[in-house]
């Protein structure tokens, strides 16, 4: 299958070539489920098709399969207005409901045809293909205007480039939902928590959030699924909502296996019950079934509300219930203060798990929910990881109950807790001596994203603060490691470890040193807009309200905050002592040349945490090296990012190139030191070798002929069934 190199073949040719093999592999593998080569052999065509692609960028393609591996480039999310409006469904939770829709519309068009379908709990998602290419996906936005998100759409793998088959009308759209497998989606918030991230609460944000992402290599390694349900255009093959679907099921769209043609109620019925226990075996997220009038001809007849077509309905399941009593309210305070309650709970099973706590948000929720200690309340798991408190059995409440009394004081420090104007939550102001808010401070800063100070994981944090060696983020600049060595569970080596990545954290550059202090509401991309409009730390601590708001993203919620970190005595003495200990207290200039890697060839592999490829690029070039796209006996250095490619990192390693990582990089440009890099060369081998990578694709530019709405007579007529 692999189709050796034919010599015969032109390197346009064997481009072609490959991208049809690897289209067909890529379509047996993720639509048949039934793969024809194996993931070596996939790989190996990939990469080549990959370098002969490096090689050749006059031939690039977006639609090319190396597509599927994303892009650093960032995406932009042009609105773009919908050919035709993008409905909702009229949806349901009651069975006489359901069936008195489908009473009408027999009565309507005299006797039907139904399909019924899984409602899939993902993200809507409208693709457009002209001449058997994906030309762009839209999302659905309001309605009207979505988001194209082409670039991330590609790699979707089951969402197919090019399609198969010679009966597809030249021009189509179809509607579909992207979801994320249950598999995905713990893998995703399993390394989330492992980076002190907010998890997602459930499979659907996680795949409306991954659409959304600025880079397409994230959400390429991020396992979205696409399954599509609705097809329209000109001169389709069909005239059937069935038939359309599997005329598209054979050009290599992904549809579902659950449908099925229904006659009347009780076949409805035993399709709903089926799936209603089914579908808790299935891998994806469902939230029902939806039913669909089959006949094209029949469904104009029925036409639409403003809303929603009359032709089909949701019905949704329940969410899964149990009731259970309510022990206690606890309070758990985060590293901003904000105080968050927590109702402890008699376990109960759920949905194939015992619960045993729920979130209850806030002081709000409590009151309106009327929640008391004693009470039997019900607990429902809606598709979110934690599950959440409906209501109250009040025929069930203990006689003498009381209002809950929302604290007063944080059950930490003691301190009097404070609401701030136009928000829920409340908080504890103590921000030096209380013991969660020190430590939560502290662990946010060692986090990969932020200082990335490895070998303190929340544990040693932890014994530090017990032992008295740290109660503040600066304090982590005064270790030595004679101090940390005698702690349990501490040897010399993880103290010399721990204090070693403690120095190399002086090189993170300034806008992660500024996401690092946990300013409230500054996260990682506003500390990213930050460091970019004012450039240095100083110049953000000097900005008035009004300059602060001049930065993008930052709004007046946001520029309050900053303004009262930097008022704090305590964090001005904090940042003094950052700045001797040598923190990046400026953004480094983009580009300055220099004559640092004059007569080095480097080759870029992996993604990386500060820059893009094509900015390492340019810093390359800008230091008078040179960027080569494979390893060969003439590279200098292999710059390895996180999930380099195996091949390219093998490669590396038997022809004894040296492999640096970023911040080596960064200190090769700063102190024009070429030779004294090694420490930091074995580091980068060590994360290198550690990932399967998805490999690099070329950065694809979003189409350019695609057509705006006004296409006039090309417009599907017959068709607009959506
Ligand atoms: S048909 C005119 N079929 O449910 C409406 N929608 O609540 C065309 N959905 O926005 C949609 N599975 O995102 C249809 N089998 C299915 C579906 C489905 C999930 C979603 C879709 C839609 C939402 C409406």
């Given at each position: 299958m692999t189709g050796r190199y034919n010599p015969v073949m032109t390197e346009e040719q064997r481009i072609k070539d490959l991208r049809q093999r690897l289209n067909y592999c890529n379509y047996r593998y993720y639509i048949e489920t039934d793969p024809v080569v194996s993931d070596f052999e996939f790989d190996t065509m990939l990469r080549e098709l990959q370098d002969l692609e490096a090689a050749h960028p006059e031939l690039a393609d977006p639609n090319s399969p190396t597509a599927r591996v994303g892009s650093d480039v960032t995406n932009e999310f042009r609105s773009v207005e919908h050919t035709f409006p993008m409905l909702s469904l009229s949806n349901t939770y009651s069975l006489d409901e359901l069936h008195e829709w489908i009473d009408r519309v027999e009565k309507e068009i005299g006797g039907s045809e139904f399909v019924c379908e899984l409602k899939f709990d993902g993200t809507a998602i409208s693709l457009t293909y002209e001449h058997g290419r994906l030309l762009r996906a839209v999302t659905r936005g309001d309605g009207t205007r979505g988001d194209d998100v082409t670039e991330n759409v590609r790699t979707i793998r089951t969402v197919p480039l090019m399609l198969t088959g010679d009966d597809y009308p030249d021009f189509f759209e179809i509607r579909g939902e992207v979801f994320m497998p249950y598999t995905s989606f713990d893998r995703l918030n399993a390394e989330r928590e492992n980076n002190g991230e907010p998890l997602f609460a459930n499979p659907r944000n996680a795949a409306a959030g991954t659409l959304k992402q600025q880079s397409s290599q994230v959400v390429a390694r991020r396992g979205l699924d696409c399954t599509l349900y609705q097809l329209a255009g000109d001169n389709l093959p069909c005239d059937s909502h069935w038939g359309s679907l599997e005329a598209a099921r054979r050009w290599?769209?992904?549809?579902?296996?659950?449908?099925?043609?229904?006659?009347?109620?009780?076949?409805?019925?035993?399709?709903?019950?089926?799936?209603?226990?089914?579908?808790?075996?299935?891998?994806?997220?469902?939230?029902?079934?939806?039913?669909?009038?089959?006949?094209?001809?029949?469904?104009?007849?029925?036409?639409?509300?403003?809303?929603?077509?009359?032709?089909?309905?949701?019905?949704?399941?329940?969410?899964?219930?149990?009731?259970?009593?309510?022990?206690?309210?606890?309070?758990?305070?985060?590293?901003?203060?904000?105080?968050?309650?927590?109702?402890?709970l008699e376990p109960v099973l759920l949905a194939g798990t015992t619960v045993k706590r729920a979130t209850l948000h806030n002081a709000d929720q409590i009151a309106a929910l009327d929640l008391r200690e004693g009470d039997m309340v019900y607990v429902e798991k809606g598709g979110e990881i934690i599950p959440k408190i409906t209501g109250v059995d009040l025929t069930q409440r203990p006689a003498g109950s009381r209002p809950l009394e929302y604290i007063t004081e944080c059950p930490e420090c003691h301190s009097p807790l404070v609401r701030y104007e136009g928000e829920a939550k409340h908080y504890c102001p103590n921000q030096s001596h209380c013991r969660p808010q020190i430590l939560g401070r502290i662990i946010h800063f060692i986090r990969r994203k932020a200082m990335n100070i490895d070998g303190l994981g929340e544990e040693t944090v932890e014994l530090l603060f017990e032992n008295g060696l740290v109660g503040c983020?600066?304090?982590?600049?005064?270790?030595?490691?004679?101090?940390?060595?005698?702690?349990?569970?501490?040897?010399?080596?993880?103290?010399?470890?721990?204090?070693?990545?403690?120095?190399?954290?002086?090189?993170?550059?300034?806008?992660?040193?500024?996401?690092?202090?946990?300013?409230?509401?500054?996260?990682?991309?506003?500390?990213?807009?930050?460091?970019?409009?004012?450039?240095?730390?100083?110049?953000?601590?000097?900005?008035?309200?009004?300059?602060?708001?001049?930065?993008?993203?930052?709004?007046?919620?946001?520029?309050?905050?900053?303004?009262?970190?930097?008022?704090?005595?305590?964090?001005?003495?904090?940042?003094?002592?950052?700045?001797?200990?040598?923190?990046?207290?400026?953004?480094?200039?983009?580009?300055?040349?220099?004559?640092?890697?004059?007569?080095?060839?480097?080759?870029?592999?992996?993604?990386?945490?500060?820059?893009?490829?094509?900015?390492?690029?340019?810093?390359?070039?800008?230091?008078?090296?040179?960027?080569?796209?494979a390893v060969s006996a003439n590279t200098s250095y292999l710059l390895a990012g996180d999930k380099i490619g195996p091949a390219k990192l093998q490669k590396a390693q038997k022809l004894g190139i040296r492999i640096i990582s970023e911040d080596d990089f960064h200190r090769m440009i700063a102190d024009n030191m070429i030779g004294g890099i090694a420490e930091g060369a074995a580091n980068a081998a060590d994360t290198a070798a550690g990932g399967s990578a998805p490999p690099q694709g070329p950065q694809s530019e979003p189409p350019q002929n695609a057509p705006d709405s006004g296409r006039g007579g090309e417009q599907p007529q017959q068709g607009t069934l959506f």
């Open positions: 290599g769209f992904k549809i579902s296996d659950a449908m099925s043609v229904c006659r009347n109620t009780e076949q409805i019925d035993e399709y709903i019950s089926h799936w209603d226990t089914a579908r808790k075996a299935l891998p994806f997220p469902t939230d029902g079934v939806v039913i669909k009038v089959n006949r094209f001809s029949d469904r104009r007849a029925l036409g639409f509300t403003a809303k929603a077509p009359k032709w089909a309905v949701a019905y949704k399941f329940k969410a899964e219930q149990a009731v259970t009593r309510l022990l206690k309210v606890t309070y758990q305070v985060g590293r901003t203060g904000a105080i968050t309650p927590v109702a402890n983020i600066a304090d982590l600049y005064d270790l030595k490691a004679e101090q940390l060595a005698v702690l349990p569970r501490l040897g010399e080596k993880s103290a010399e470890n721990i204090i070693t990545s403690i120095r190399h954290s002086t090189e993170v550059p300034f806008h992660r040193v500024l996401f690092a202090l946990g300013i409230r509401f500054v996260g990682e991309t506003t500390a990213k807009y930050l460091a970019a409009h004012f450039r240095s730390l100083d110049a953000v601590m000097a900005a008035s309200r009004e300059e602060l708001i001049e930065a993008e993203e930052v709004g007046e919620k946001i520029a309050d905050s900053i303004l009262d970190y930097f008022a704090d005595e305590q964090n001005r003495e904090i940042i003094e002592r950052l700045r001797a200990a040598g923190l990046q207290f400026e953004a480094r200039q983009q580009t300055p040349a220099s004559e640092a890697l004059r007569g080095l060839s480097i080759v870029i592999s992996g993604s990386f945490r500060d820059h893009s490829r094509d900015e390492l690029k340019a810093m390359i070039e800008a230091h008078g090296g040179k960027n080569l796209a």
